[in-house]
């Protein structure tokens, strides 16, 4: 199981990025994979991720309605559309997967992760 993402970097408040999760080595359209984030001397923290079980989204409250999950199982690539960002949202940003298939964005039901990508929010 591999998985490695990309696409962070420096963007304005209000602005955009969107972030890409490659992954091998398993099913994409069965297994949940989430989407998390550690900023600078905080704790991992969730974001969101599409379910196994029923392929839904799922967001924490933070960033609903701003970012937006989706999966490509053709590519094996999973996207994370981030809008309105705020200086807050500045954190490594990670995908991760594991045997859960039920949407849940706590980081200790995930087995495998990806190395992480820099989002900085600043002007």
């Known amino acids: 199981v591999q998985l490695q993402a990309s696409g962070g970097g420096l963007a304005q408040p209000g602005g955009s990025l969107t972030l890409s999760c490659a992954v091998s080595g398993f099913s994409l359209d069965s297994s949940t994979i989430g989407w998390f984030r550690q900023a600078p001397g905080k704790e991992r923290e969730g974001v969101s991720c599409i379910s196994g079980k029923d392929g839904n989204a799922y967001y924490v409250h933070d960033v609903k309605g701003r970012f937006t999950m989706s999966r490509d199982n053709a590519n094996n690539t999973v996207y994370l559309q981030m809008n309105s960002l705020k200086p807050e949202d500045t954190a490594v940003y990670f995908c991760?997967?594991?045997?859960?298939?039920?949407?849940?964005?706590?980081?200790?039901?995930?087995?495998?992760w990806g190395q992480g990508t820099q989002v900085t929010v600043s002007s």
């Open positions: 991760a997967t594991g045997t859960l298939r039920i949407g849940v964005i706590l980081p200790e039901f995930y087995d495998y």
